[in-house]
């Protein structure tokens, strides 16, 4: 079983630092680079982070034409000890393989996991049929873009708990589903409205956790960490 995936939403190096420092040297984590931290640091943040041992998901979610995607890729690919990445399943096709193509032309030989966004656990039905004008329910857009981004050389999906059956029924086992919005209660949280708990995303056949505001808001912890870990790993 894999291990929660920290989302280090912090606004500057010296908090996440800090907080990374709070756990034994010797715990392996994974954890979340998200845009707050990585626009705050540069890429400086993934070399210190790496150098303490832990392994990294490069949480960007690019999102424009399939070039400029593909370039992109292809420096975040050099910078190295990255694990997984993301786009947005809206883009398309041309930009999910464009995306694939930039992360395969590295010259170290690196492979990292793409995965697709999406839709995100903030996003309820009315905001999908009315903002987005997108018809239908979130689980048929949801299974939409997964089949897209699996067609289009992604190794996986970001979506909620509540979808990862029906993905996995969809796409085949080793297509990866990497599920935020968790929470030690169900039921929509402050801004996330598509939530699960760790037992909830184990049962429907998440492969990963993303888990921000349990652990990185909680008194300690090291402790909420290993409560949602114990509660993750079953």
């Given at each position: 079983?894999?291990?929660?995936?920290?989302?280090?939403?912090?606004?500057?190096k010296t908090k996440a630092l800090?907080?990374?420092?709070?756990?034994?040297?010797?715990?392996?984590?994974?954890?979340?680079?998200?845009?707050?931290?990585?626009?705050?640091?540069?890429?400086?943040?993934?070399?210190?982070?790496?150098?303490?041992?832990?392994?990294?998901?490069?949480?960007?979610?690019?999102?424009?034409?399939?070039?400029?995607?593909?370039?992109?890729?292809?420096?975040?690919?050099?910078?190295?000890?990255?694990?997984?990445?993301?786009?947005?399943?809206?883009?398309?096709?041309?930009?999910?393989?464009?995306?694939?193509?930039?992360?395969?032309?590295?010259?170290?030989?690196?492979?990292?996991?793409?995965?697709?966004?999406t839709q995100l656990t903030s996003t309820a039905q009315?905001?999908?049929?009315?903002?987005?004008?997108?018809?239908?329910?979130?689980?048929?857009?949801?299974?939409?873009?997964?089949?897209?981004?699996?067609?289009?050389?992604?190794?996986?999906?970001?979506?909620?708990?509540?979808?990862?059956?029906?993905?996995?029924?969809?796409?085949?086992?080793?297509?990866?589903?990497?599920?935020?919005?968790?929470?030690?209660?169900?039921?929509?949280?402050?801004?996330?409205?598509?939530?699960?708990?760790?037992?909830?995303?184990?049962?429907?056949?998440?492969?990963?956790?993303?888990?921000?505001?349990?652990?990185?808001?909680?008194?300690?912890?090291?402790?909420?960490?290993?409560?949602?870990?114990?509660?993750?790993?079953?």
């Open positions: 079983m894999s291990l929660p995936i920290i989302a280090l939403d912090f606004e500057t800090q907080f990374l420092h709070e756990f034994p040297k010797d715990e392996h984590l994974f954890v979340k680079i998200g845009m707050e931290l990585f626009y705050q640091t540069g890429p400086s943040i993934i070399s210190e982070i790496s150098s303490l041992g832990h392994d990294i998901f490069l949480d960007l979610k690019l999102h424009d034409i399939p070039n400029t995607v593909q370039r992109a890729m292809h420096i975040i690919a050099e910078m190295g000890n990255i694990k997984l990445t993301t786009i947005h399943a809206a883009g398309g096709s041309h930009m999910i393989a464009a995306a694939r193509a930039g992360l395969d032309t590295t010259a170290s030989g690196q492979k990292i996991q793409l995965l697709a966004i009315t905001q999908l049929n009315e903002e987005q004008k997108i018809p239908g329910s979130i689980r048929d857009s949801v299974l939409n873009y997964a089949k897209l981004a699996q067609n289009n050389g992604a190794n996986g999906v970001v979506a909620s708990g509540l979808e990862v059956h029906d993905i996995k029924q969809a796409t085949d086992s080793k297509f990866l589903c990497v599920t935020p919005g968790i929470r030690l209660q169900a039921g929509p949280d402050k801004d996330q409205t598509r939530v699960v708990t760790p037992e909830t995303a184990r049962q429907n056949g998440s492969d990963f956790i993303v888990v921000g505001r349990p652990i990185t808001q909680a008194v300690d912890h090291v402790a909420a960490y290993q409560e949602i870990k114990k509660r993750w790993q079953g």
